[in-house]
Nanobody, 133 residues
Framework: QVRLVESGGGSVEAGGSLSLTCEARGAEWASSCMGWFRQAPGKEREAVAAIYKGYQGVGESYYGDSVKGRFTITRDSEGNVVNLQMFRLQPEDKAMYYC???????????????????????WGQGTQVTVSS
């Protein structure tokens, strides 16, 4: 099994930046694909970004349409830690952000161009991001 430990988040004014970090602890094979979902009050969970563990932890990355060009996901060389850098944050980015992991979910995103919460087996507890206008 995989345990996902999240850190970062917090509050920022619109236009500001924040960073989230997630460490996967446990079976490495189960966290080949790692990323982030978010959920705002009253809304469904939305895929933010994901990255595959390639050679030396650098693999293909994927982004939700609403964050393309503003968010960047990276992974350390060992592949156990992912970082989500969020730039030009807007009030609509306010949500609970969840770290996710799965052996095959990145392949699903690549194949169909999107991903759903059910594609990821492992979820963190979530960390809050608040953006004030």
């Amino acid at each position: 099994q995989v345990r996902l430990v999240e850190s970062g988040g917090g509050s920022v004014e619109a236009g500001g930046s924040l960073s989230l970090t997630c460490e996967a602890r446990g079976a490495e094979w189960a966290s080949s694909c790692m990323g982030w979902f978010r959920q705002a009050p009253g809304k469904e969970r939305e895929a933010v970004a994901a990255i595959y563990k390639g050679y030396q932890g650098v693999g293909e990355s994927y982004y939700g349409d609403s964050v393309k060009g503003r968010f960047t996901i990276t992974r350390d060389s060992e592949g156990n830690v992912v970082n989500l850098q969020m730039f030009r944050l807007q009030p609509e980015d306010k949500a609970m952000y969840y770290c996710v992991a799965d052996p095959t979910a990145c392949g699903v995103w690549y194949a169909q161009g999107f991903t759903l919460p059910a594609d990821f087996r492992h979820w963190g507890q979530g960390t809050q991001v608040t953006v004030s206008s």
